[in-house]
T-cell receptor, first 113, second 111 residues
């Protein structure tokens, strides 16, 4: 079946450090891929998405590229800020069903000043 | 632009009590879902609906009921609350490939 695997946290970085959060998936066909962010005490917000191979999603300085050959969708940011401290979730929606989402377990990021 | 609205934000129940968590969206989305979020377990799908009058079970449906009489509303009912249902509950709606929009969550404690 379809699944998403994220690197375990927590991840702790200093401000202005480079961030990578790994996400790999298992799915048939060509799923859409998403990153969501959850700030403390809030609901999840869509951060970025990609719908086909080699697409790059980007938002707020974050980027992720849909790599079909490695079944990956790693989240990156060149210089993190304290305000980026949150939990990040990778998710996929399978081919033909762009609404039911399969979730990773989330990766907690703490950025220290 | 309200998006997805959940009420209440916090609730404490005694074991055996019943209650309804409310969820409403104003984006005319067909698909709505309920998740629970527990530490170390990510998001788990409880129930979902692909349109008014149509609902189906997710991964962890036991102890919960849903109905979808209108496109806008998708309430979640806890039939007889148990301590294992202590969790944070999120409602979400979506359409097409845009991804899901989430409510702010309901933090439920069952004592």
């Amino acid at each position: 079946g379809n699944s998403v695997t994220q690197m375990e946290g927590p991840v702790t970085l200093s401000e202005e450090a480079f961030l990578t959060i790994n996400c790999t998936y298992t799915a048939t066909g060509y799923p859409s891929l998403f990153w969501y962010v959850q700030y403390p005490g809030e609901g999840l917000q869509l951060l970025l998405k990609a719908t086909k191979a080699d697409d790059k999603g980007s938002n707020k300085g974050f980027e992720a590229t849909y790599r079909k050959e490695t079944t990956s969708f790693h989240l990156e940011k060149g210089s993190v800020q304290v305000s980026d401290s949150a939990v990040y979730f990778c998710a996929l929606s399978a081919t033909g069903n762009n609404r039911k989402l399969i979730w990773g377990l989330g990766t907690s990021l703490a950025v220290n000043p | 632009n309200a998006g997805v609205t959940q009420t209440p934000k916090f609730q404490v129940l005694k074991t055996g009590q019943s209650m309804t968590l409310q969820c409403a969206q104003d984006m005319n989305h067909e698909y709505m879902s309920w998740y629970r979020q527990d530490p170390g377990m990510g998001l788990r799908l409880i129930h979902y609906s692909v349109g008014a009058g149509i609902t189906d079970q997710g991964e962890v449906p036991n102890g919960y009921n849903v109905s979808r009489s209108t496109t806008e509303d998708f309430p979640l009912r806890l039939l007889s609350a148990a301590p294992s249902q202590t969790s944070v509950y999120f409602c979400a709606s979506s359409t097409g490939g845009l991804g899901a929009f989430f409510g702010q969550g309901t933090r439920l404690t069952v004592v």
